[in-house]
């Protein structure tokens, strides 16, 4: 199931009118969790809430409760019944419109901060529809500049958001100033974009429309500019946080607010709080990191004094057992050298206790996000053998991860603002790691291989490589979208070859020694399974295919129908049908799957029939 792609936009409603909208969507609920409404008339159908009386007051009545709205009917309609309700679009929900029949999917409302665009590419997916999306940055190819920097946990801080957006949509350039955070979205802009990035001085040609601040500083822009300006704050920032016990939440707050506000830094920038074990309980510490959803970092006091500081203190060490705790804790919080605040100590009137802040910029931010991995397999080759669920996780991933090739193939299904990364074909391991390392940071993570993921893929290359770091089986969570393996895909080309007990061998013997591939040959030629050899000839290992010929020519007879089926579903696709005898002469390539029957297969016309024995049986088995 995708259900989880779609978890980030729940609770989801549909809203059906018709039996015809209902059976539309009915399958869509079901995969995306989402409540269907029908009006009381229909509610004799299973899974279905009931409103009573006009849609408009239902809506309005649940309008509050769901982050996203699917309707199945006439846009205009939809129109109707939003028109009074909808108020920004930072706070509205998502809003999509659909036809009964499933053709189009409509990004009515809230296409960027409420996730309508996406939603909608990822509904279209499932119900195989064409996504509409309207939006102009959609046709440029680039994410919206006011949802870039969530796949990366970004905050959103003040600008002018509609001016920038517009100078975007009108394709002028555009300053980035990126001084914190990840870059990776900077290397997967579409060719010809219209940002430059860096600090230099803009020539008259060339002069900016707008400005992208990324950093840690709070700006302040003045309204009146001709420039209009943005800004993210990437969550860099480890605030390393020591009090007296006791100390109030509310002087907490203030003093990091204080000490923010001292060196012009966003609070929006705070990856979170570290301290001292001593400190793990300390309730003002607690309460202020639970509201703010920021997370605790505690460090031993062992740990704490192994770091060099500007400021140790030996009182502080006759206390505790390290010389210093904000400067220390922050700097091992954040894993880098120095610190961009040294130890400010804090009080307020009227408020008992002191407060000691030290701050320290890491080089990656915290996304706040739980990462996933989405192993996925994307079929044979055309689009049209990819299950809508592979779709929907290749469209709805942060990152997508495979080989060039297959990463060609499935072009169609990306989306703006999606960090893809290839590698060749030869560094599997390589990929697979950096594919953990993504999802460990927060982002949802697809992985690619063509046919099927599990099967000679990429899939168990990952799951080992988790087993060896240490995975729990839990976080990064762990999806397999399974796709049609070359042996089906192969086979359905040449009829029914399949229809009796069969298995597929790999004759790559890179990772596996060729006695063990020999053994397994024998073993299938003498159990007289039908037998697709996966990787069966490159240019260097020739002679494989050539012994497999002979293991099965002990077994079989030399008319054995063979199938050799290339790059099945691709474009240059090229089907061979012969006999074990003659199955040398032909061109076998690592792109090949070749079939070798049973010893009741045969050829029928162009075709290739197992018999499962249902014309031979004399009872029903
Ligand atoms: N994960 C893939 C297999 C990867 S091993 C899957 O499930 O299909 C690579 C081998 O798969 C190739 O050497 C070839 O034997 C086979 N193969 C992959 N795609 C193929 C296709 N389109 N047509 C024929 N064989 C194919």
């Known amino acids: 199931m995708s259900q989880s792609l779609f978890a980030r936009f729940q609770p989801i409603a549909a809203i059906a009118t018709t039996p ?22 229909l509610s004799n159908l299973p899974n279905v809430q009931t409103y009573t009386g006009s849609l408009k007051k239902h809506i309005a009545s649940i309008w509050s409760e769901y982050r996203a709205f699917v309707f199945c009917m006439a846009t205009g309609a939809v129109v109707r019944l939003i028109a009074s309700l909808i108020e920004d679009k930072s706070r509205d929900p998502a809003v999509i419109a659909t036809d009964q029949d499933g053709y189009f999917v409509n990004s009515l409302c809230s296409g960027h901060q409420g996730g309508a665009d996406e939603l909608t590419r990822l509904i279209a997916h499932q119900l195989g529809a064409t996504p509409v999306l309207t939006g102009a940055s959609t ?87 001709k420039l209009p300006k943005v800004q993210w704050h990437p969550r860099v920032l480890w605030v390393g946080i020591g009090c007296e016990r006791g100390t ?28 001292i074990e001593l400190k793990a309980d300390e309730v003002g510490i607690l309460d202020y990191c639970r509201d703010r959803n920021f997370p605790l970092k505690i460090f031993n006091a062992e740990m704490l004094c192994q770091v060099n500081v500007p400021n140790p203190s030996s009182i502080v060490e006759q206390e505790v057992g390290t010389p210093s705790v904000a400067e220390a804790a922050a700097i091992v919080a954040s894993q880098a050298s120095s610190l961009i605040v040294p130890k400010q100590i804090i009080k307020l009137d009227g408020e008992p206790g002191a407060v000691t802040v030290a701050i320290a910029l890491s080089d990656l931010e915290y996304t706040g996000r739980t990462g996933q991995l989405l192993l996925v397999g994307t079929g044979p080759g ?18 997508i991860i495979g080989y060039s090739l297959y990463l060609d193939l499935i072009e169609s299904l990306l989306r703006p603002g999606q960090i893809i990364e290839s590698l060749p074909i030869t560094q599997e391991r390589q990929r697979a790691q950096r594919a953990i390392e993504l999802a460990q940071w927060g982002l949802t993570v697809a992985v690619v291989s063509s046919g099927d993921c599990g099967i000679y893929g990429m899939a168990g290359l990952v799951m080992e490589e988790l087993q060896a770091k240490g995975w729990d089986g839990k976080v990064p969570k762990v999806e397999v979208f399974p796709g049609i393996t070359a042996v089906i895909a192969a086979a359905s080309r040449v009829g029914t070859p399949l229809m009796h007990d069969f298995c597929t061998i790999s004759l790559s013997d890179l990772l596996t020694p060729w006695e063990v591939i020999e053994k397994r040959l024998e073993a299938a030629a003498v159990g007289d399974f039908v037998t ?62 070749v079939l070798i029957g049973n010893c009741s297969t045969r050829t029928y016309a162009d075709w290739i029939i197992t018999p499962r024995g249902y014309l031979t049986a004399t009872s029903d088995q």
Not at 20 to 41: D, G, M, R, W, Y
Not at 264 to 269: G, N, R, S
Request: charge should be negative; glycine fraction near 6%; hydrophobic fraction near 40%.
């Open 532 to 593: 697709a050899l996966y990787n069966p000839r490159s240019q260097t290992r020739t002679q494989q295919i050539v012994i497999a010929q002979q293991i099965f020519l002990k077994y079989r007879h030399p008319n054995t129908p063979v199938a050799i089926v290339q790059s099945a579903y691709r474009p240059d696709e090229q089907i061979t049908l012969t006999t074990l005898e003659e199955m040398l002469e032909y061109s076998i390539d690592m792109l090949t799957t």
């Open 20 to 41: 015809k909208a209902i059976q539309t969507l009915q399958p869509l609920c079901q995969s995306t969790n989402a409540t269907l409404f029908v009006p009381e008339s």
């Open 139 to 225: 046709s440029l190819g680039l994410p919206g500049i006011d949802i870039l920097g969530l796949p990366f946990g970004w905050c959103k801080g003040s600008g002018d958001w509609t001016g920038v957006s517009a100078a975007i949509s009108r394709g002028e350039t555009i300053q980035v100033i990126q001084e914190v955070g990840s870059t990776l979205w900077q290397d997967n802009l579409p060719e010809g974009h219209s940002f430059y990035f860096g600090f230099e001085e803009f020539n008259e040609s060339i002069s900016p429309q707008a400005r992208i601040w990324i950093s840690t500083t709070k700006r302040q822009f003045a309204s009146d500019t």
């Open 382 to 399: 055309n689009l049209d053998q990819i299950t809508p669920a592979a779709k929907v996780a290749i469209t709805g991933a942060d990152a």
């Open 248 to 275: 109030s939440r509310k002087l907490i707050e203030e003093a990091i607010a204080q000490v923010c506000t001292r060196y012009h830094l966003a609070t929006d920038a705070i990856a979170g709080l570290a301290t």
